[in-house]
Structures are given as C-alpha cells and as structure tokens.
C-alpha cells in the first residue's frame, strides 16, 4: 500500500495532487505538508493529515516520513523561475539542499521518490525546436542550474543507492485553484483570471515567444502515471520531456476570443522574464514519456481554455458571457 509524503503540498500543484492522490489512494495516505500553512487551503488541510515541514529540516522531515510510515516523497517544495532570479541563494538553497534532505530520507527509509525537473533545465544553447529528450543543458538561471543538478542528483541516488526516484520536466502549468508561485509561465494563468474580471489583459511575456504548456489535469495524471510505471520500461528515470501544447501570448489571446470574442490582449514586456523565457525551448520532443510509459495529454488549447474559463467564472463570481 503506498504512504504518500507530498512536501510544498499548498503550492499550485500539490493544492490539487493532494486532492486526487487522495481519491486513488485513500485520504488517511496521502499526507500533505508545506512549511508553512497558508489560508486559502482550510479544505485541503481538514481533508487529510497535514504537517509543516520544512524540507530544509531534516529531522522534522525524517519525523514525519517515520511518524506516517511513507514509503513514497513527492517533493514539489522549490522556488520557481522567476522568484528564483531574485534570490538565487534561496532558490539553490531549497531546491538543492532542500532535495538532498528528501533523497537522503528516501535512501535511509526505503522510500520512492517523484521530483519534478522543468523546461528550465534547458538553455539558449539547446536545440529550440522540438527539443529532444538527451541533449545540451547550460541553463542561465539558478532555478535552470538547480534543476539540471537535481535531475543528475536524482539519476546518481538511483544508480548508486537504489532510490527509486523519478521525474518529468514539466512545462508552464496552467491551473485555476492555486495562482503559480513566481514563474516565467504565470502570465499563461494570469490572462484568463483578467480575461473574466476585465476582458483584457497585459502581458510582461512579448508576443511570438512560444513555450511549452500543459493543463493542470494532465499534470497530475503525469505525476500518478509515471509514479505506477513499471519501472522494468523505464529508461530516463528523472527527467522525461512531457508536454501538452506550445503557444506565444498572440495564440493564447486567439484561443480566449473564441469564447471573450471582445478579449484583448496587449503588451509591457518585463526585460527579466523575457530574458528567462528567452533561454527556454519552443517545444519539446516527448517521444521517449510515450513510449516508456504511455504519456498521452488529454486538453489542446482550447479544450483547456473553455475549461478554464467555465472554472475560474463559478471561482470569481464574473458575469461575463461566456460562448462556444
Ligand atoms: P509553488 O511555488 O506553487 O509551490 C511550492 C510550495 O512549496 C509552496 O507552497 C511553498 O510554500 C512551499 N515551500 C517552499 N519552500 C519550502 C521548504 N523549504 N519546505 C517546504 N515547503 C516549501 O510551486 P509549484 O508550481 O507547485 O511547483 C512544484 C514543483 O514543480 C517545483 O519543483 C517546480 O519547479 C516544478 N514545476 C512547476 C511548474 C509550474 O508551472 N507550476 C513547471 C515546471 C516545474
Ligand atoms: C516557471 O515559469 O518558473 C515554471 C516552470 C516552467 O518551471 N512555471
């Protein structure tokens, strides 16, 4: 019986992973902890076990692994792209040595291990178009350095030790429960919440900059799937391309006027994250997810963004017609 431990539990996908993992898994085995608790997330926390923990803490965290008798650490306690330019030592302090706290307990307890990577693992010097699964990684921010480190860390627990540990590099998720906590992609969530309070919105990302996407449904499957693989097809481990859809703020207002037909769309790029999302791939090559363990999305752009629409209205209470 999995004992699932999820750390940075109240984040933009722990928010929702812990729900669902809690459906599959029974909610008394999905422990959700952050190392703070945050309002907003009352329903989580009363629909499960919580804990603070700080994954910078070592012993609290081995505590609560002991306390509830996990054998599977989905660590999604980081800090994200942007933020992460603004404090780097933070970024490399929790998503390294913060990780290296999590593999140390999984190795110790016999624990699984998920992980996530990102396309941020990528640099200007990779191939930009449909970028494969192995090849050059010299990214340019911290978040960029501590999760190519983080895949290799994880990759070397695995061989070395026996942790079962595994991954994806996940693209900009987009999600209407829990705002993204200070990427590059945020803009991606941030125009449809202004798509229904105001039918327009301002991108700090310039227009024909594509990147990968997903819709946050996809994502949990990923995490659940790749968790169930059978490890025996399981060739990359920690680190597989996954991706849903690649678009620039032109194809995304496009797809929003389908059902806003008077959403408009227009620009004050920020030089910071422009610079980020610069450096990052247009699309990725996914191949080798589908092929080692039956990767296969579900939403394009559109059937993601009337979902969304149709979720955030009931959330914000709009009274924007929504079409289509
Ligand atoms: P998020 O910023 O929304 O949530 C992170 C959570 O971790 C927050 O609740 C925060 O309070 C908590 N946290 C921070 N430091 C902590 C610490 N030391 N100990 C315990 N908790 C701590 O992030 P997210 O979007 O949910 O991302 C989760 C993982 O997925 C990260 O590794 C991120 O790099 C990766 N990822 C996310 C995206 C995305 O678009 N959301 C894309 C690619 C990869
Ligand atoms: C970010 O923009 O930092 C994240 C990511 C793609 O890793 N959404």
């Known amino acids: 019986m999995r004992r699932i ?11 929702e992973l812990t729900l669902e993992m ?13 190392r703070r608790a945050k309002e907003g997330h009352e329903e989580l926390i009363a629909s499960g076990p919580f804990e603070i923990v700080d994954i910078n803490d070592l012993q609290t965290l081995s505590a609560a692994v002991d306390k509830h008798k996990i054998n599977t650490i989905v660590n999604l306690a980081a800090i994200l792209s942007a933020v992460g330019e603004r404090d780097p030592q933070q970024c490399w302090n929790i998503n390294m040595n913060g990780l290296y706290n999590v593999l140390e307990t999984a190795r110790e307890k016999n624990c699984m291990v998920f992980t ?4 941020a693992a990528f640099g200007p010097s990779t191939p930009k178009d449909s970028t494969p699964q192995d ?19 994880c990759d070397y627990y695995f061989k070395k030790f026996g942790v079962d540990t595994r991954g994806v590099r996940f693209p900009g998720l987009i999600s209407y429960k829990t705002l993204p906590g200070g ?23 310039r227009k024909g900059t594509y990147m990968d996407m997903m819709y946050i449904r996809d994502a949990l499957s990923a995490i659940i799937e790749l968790i169930e693989a059978d490890p025996g097809r ?20 496009a797809s929003i006027r389908k059902f806003i037909p008077e959403f408009e769309l227009s620009y004050d790029v920020d ?44 959330k914000l209470g709009s009274m924007i017609t929504i079409y289509g």
């Open 116 to 119: 996530p990577s990102s396309i």
């Open 135 to 153: 090849t050059i990684q010299r990214p340019t921010t911290m978040y960029g350095v501590t999760k190519v480190a983080g895949e290799l860390l």
């Open 5 to 15: 431990l999820i750390t940075g539990a109240l984040g933009q996908i722990g928010s």
């Open 234 to 253: 399981l060739k990359h481990r920690n680190a597989f391309n996954v991706t849903a859809m690649s678009f620039d703020p032109e194809t995304l207002a």
């Open 271 to 314: 030089p910071i994250r422009q610079e980020i999302a610069d450096s990052w791939p247009n699309s990725l090559d996914d191949s080798a997810a589908r092929q080692e363990w039956d990767w296969n999305p579900k939403y394009d752009l559109d059937s993601m963004t009337k979902d969304m629409l149709e979720k955030l209205r009931v």
């Open 183 to 205: 990427g590059t992609t945020d803009y991606a969530v941030h125009i449809y919440y202004e798509a229904l309070k105001s039918k327009k919105y301002t991108s700090f990302i």
């Open 22 to 34: 809690r459906k599959i898994y029974g909610s008394g085995n999905v422990v959700a902890s952050n």
